[in-house]
């Protein structure tokens, strides 16, 4: 899959075979009494990455940061920084700083003094401790509520604060629990650009935890997917989108239709047929199925183009009554049963104003895919 | 209809004033008749509330805002004058205790020599008699270091009920609050029985053989101190329990995160932020511990010099009620100071809150 990037030189150090990854997880357990939160999990992250964790509440993303950042202790396996193993070194002597998910500001101390809290617990020189604290007030547009104390500015500027105080100490890497949880919608996806300018000028690993796929797209260099203290994907945002290995990333990442079938092999590809008396539906895959073999197919809603004829270039075609619209604004969702009773969800950009649109409810419309626009899958 | 609807209407409206005006009439008619004990408190009671209903008819938010001024007026205010009256007046053998009183019969004459009878004298004799100021001094100093003794004594005990796990806590808290549940007095007198020359400590430490000769406990300031320490511990142990149990962990682990030892987290997070319940749990011992009374008259000795105790002696032994009212006046000057203080800390810890 083609990466999108500023610069003109690809970064994927976890391709490059002789990149030494700066965390290394070594079959890591990590059980709370009976429940085991981490199961068994192996996971490198390589210096300057922005690697986020995702996944539902109770999956394991957060005892996993908690175990980097040295406040649980694995059961079982290995946490390696930079080659060594750092299981057994206490919280306040890992070079490795947190930002809180409720930011945890001293209430009693100001800015400038919450700021300089690490510092002062290292062997910095006052002055130094000064500079140190001003760039840092500078690099998160604070300057003017440095003598302000938490409970007087407001929750994006707690959110900078809490940020600034993480970096302060130029860790080797950056823990962010849930950073953005608390601010509102807005201020979210500005928040998410400034980090990730943040991310870059300091050149820190930043590992993110957070339930919301859209903020791991935004952020991330790659994204591992997590369900019951496992990983069940890691790659990037658009491999985790495009490529997803099974139904459960596919479900968990954005919105897609998921239809069963039983495989036929055919040349140049397969058939999935998935209802009787409909035709089968067309798709590439690098996996190797076996005729009757039972399959997922997983297509993206806007992958699919409502129009009113079948589109010919397009390898499938099935037809339809339009059950639903959901009008985003930008885009418009239809909800269409097909003639087998199968219900496909097809997303279309409104590129015309709202009075020209062309379908409504009730309306027969035919449904147009390729046959790479799908994936097949088999877990 | 429209009569009967109009007729309801107006009664409703005028239902609370009829209320009121009942109240009224029955609590003169109590009073008036006098039947039975206490009926002039309850006529009095029923003619307040009959005054609040007019008064809350008549405009609301004053009659709401009224009631706790009014109470502040006749429970503390009032006494106050009259305490203070009394300090200015001289001791008689009579029924009450002192001259002048005031005789509104005889007019305003009458008026005018009760108030040229009035004169500072007690406080005079309060000044140039050593005794008094020594005792204020030594309440001080006994009321500031049992202070620092309990407050040594009650922040561990909070601090261990704020970590301990969510199910044992009620059940702490319970402990904690259990001696209230016994009389003070009862309570007081278990330590003479312990602290005894024939009593419990002594029997256990000559039994342990630490001893040979009984040690004297009981009558000294050392039984003052364990008495008041003992007493007021639980008034210490809430208030810092309050806000060491509001305290978010997450503050401790980011201390630790930023590099702070766990004793480190404690010095410069956990007391700081526990500072509002130490300085209210101080003065909630410190306040009532200057006036104390009972414990130093039951556990300590002659030596022991309580501003209280000297209170109760010219009161009840010497029957000298304006010296006696002249020393709670000075006492309760004392006073004002820490309370306003106490009260100033409330206040700001009321607005870190919001």
Known sequence: MAELSKTPVVFAPWNDPNEKPLIQFKNVTKRFGDFTAIDNLTLDIYAKEFFALLGPSGCGKTTLMRMLAGFEMPSEGQIL???????????????VNMMFQSYALFPHLSVFDNIAFGLRRSDMPKDQIKDRVAEMLRLTRLEKFAKRKPHQISGGQRQRVALARSLAKAPKLLLLDEPLGALDKKLRNDTQFELMDIQEKTGTTFVIVTHDQEEAMTVASRIAVMDNGKLIQVDTPSGIYEEPNSVYVADFIGD?????????????????????GAAPIHAKTDKHITDGQRVSYA???EKIAVTSEPMADRANHAHGTILDIGYLGHLSSYFVTLGNGQKVEASMTNSRRLSRRDFTWEDNVWLSWTDTAGVVLTE | MRFSQTLESAYASKADLVLAALLAVAGIALIWLNQADGSHFTGGLLIAFAVFVTAYRINRRLAVIAVPYLWLLVFFLVPFIIVVKISLSDPAIAIPPYT???????????????????????????????????????SAKIAIISTAITLLVAFPIAYGMAKASEEWRPTLMMLVILPFWTSFLIRVYAWMGILGREGFLNSFLL??????????MLNTNFAVYVGIVYTYLPFMILPIYATLEKLDVSLLEAAEDLGCTRTQGFWLVTLPLSMPGIIAGCFLVFIPVLGEFVIPSLLGGSDTLMIGKIL???????????????????????????????????????EADQ
């Not at chain 2, 039994?207 to 004297?216: R, V």
């Not at chain 2, 304006?322 to 309370?339: D, Y």
């Open chain 2, 207 to 216: 039994w342990l053989g630490i001893i040979d000769d009984p040690l004297t």
């Open chain 1, 299 to 301: 297509i993206r809603p």
């Open chain 2, 100 to 138: 002048p009183t005031l005789e509104l019969s005889e007019g305003w004459t009458g008026l005018k020599s009760f108030f040229g009878d009035l004169d500072f004298e007690n406080f005079e004799f309060l000044a140039s008699d050593p005794l008094y100021y020594t005792a204020y001094l030594s």
């Open chain 1, 256 to 276: 897609v239709n998921i239809i069963e079938g039983n495989a036929k092999v055919v040349d140049g590809g397969i058939e999935i047929h998935y209802a009787e």
């Open chain 2, 312 to 350: 109760y002696e010219e009161f009840f032994s010497n029957r000298d009620w304006p010296v006696a009212s002249a020393v709670a006046v000075i006492l309760l000057l004392i006073l004002v100071v820490p309370i306003v203080l106490f009260q100033r800390n409330q206040q700001k810890q009321a």
């Open chain 1, 81 to 95: 920084l930079g080659g060594q193993d750092i299981v057994k070194v206490p919280p306040n002597k890992r070079p």
